[in-house]
């Protein structure tokens, strides 16, 4: 059997969403892939053959932790471990070491041709593939194993923001922070990945990192994946286009699987938030799906008590607060 060079790791504790099954698919067709999933979750999915499954309690990984960085770290409860993401090869060490590449990923998101968007940078040997959270590969190398730990002069340290007595803007080491740090170091970072990350607060799909110039794109765009490829579908000037992207993320988007075979090859995707069956795309139902209504659903949960709740509590604690500048770990 052939070995892939790639890995990538999640570790998710508590139910996984409705979609998991798309997503499980999505990573079967990039079978040069990989993945490593830590769960509590016992739901008999069906695991294609480059997903393994390691049934565990979050405590394991917190112990874990504490025998790397001592107990004074912040660790607290799952969504912590976003800023433990860059540290995954040194707590998974002996899964990964047998990798030329490691990464992590998020599970509300759908893959496209993955491993074809990446295969440039790994041809190049890109240091880092990626700049998000939710997804990005590292080179399994000596010289990069330890970069995360760099002391770069006014930037604030993994450490740091690690630290239980320190939270203040620590909740994007694992992109931001550590995008700075590699730049400083002058390692070679691939920003080239064409992705779809979603706008949380627009009913229809706005991709939030177009140019000016491509800005007309996202006007009328729904998905549709393909036998393991994803595209995006837009009308401009009536006419009706596709561009391959890697992967669309779902950001605090609580998305409805309407598909009626979970292992279908080929559905779309339609505002606000639907995993629908294949139908023949025309400009007039592009049109139709992307009309501009209010996002209820948005609004409806954060006017919840039990949002406004957790939201009040995550201030006090000092997380999740509005980033003052482009790179919130410069210490001021």
Partial sequence: MMKNDICILLPYFGKFNNYFTLWLLSCKYNSQIDWYIFT????????PTNVKVIYCNFSDIQHAAYKLWGKDISLDKP??????????????????????YWGFCDCDL?????????????????????????????????????????VIPNVHTFKDCISKARKKYYNLFDEVGINFIFDSCGKK???????????????????????????????HQIFEWNNGHLYRCYLFNGNLFKEEFAYVHFLRREMKNHIRNINTFHYLIIPPNK???YQDITPEKILLWT??????????????????????????????????????????
């Fill in 40 to 47: 509590d979750d016992c739901t008999k999915y069906s695991y």
């Fill in 189 to 219: 970072v691939y920003k080239d990945l064409l992705i779809a990350d979603l706008k949380v607060k627009s009913y229809n799909f706005v991709c939030k990192h177009f140019s000016q110039a491509e800005e007309f794109k996202n006007k």
């Fill in 110 to 150: 759908i893959f496209g041709n993955i491993y074809s968007a990446i295969l440039p940078a790994i041809v190049q040997k890109y240091d880092k593939i990626s700049w998000r959270g939710h997804f990005t590969l590292f080179k399994n190398t000596l010289d990069n194993k330890d970069t995360f730990l760099q």
């Fill in 291 to 332: 009309k501009k209504k209010f996002y209820w659903n948005y609004f409806t949960k954060r006017a919840s008590p039990l949002y406004i709740y957790h939201l009040i509590l995550s201030r006090l604690n000092g997380e999740n607060k509005k980033i003052p500048d482009i790179y919130p770990f410069i210490i001021k």
């Fill in 275 to 277: 995993f629908i069956d």
């Fill in 79 to 100: 969504y912590d471990l976003c800023k433990f993401k860059v540290a995954y090869h040194i707590i998974f060490q002996d899964i990964i070491e047998k990798y030329k």
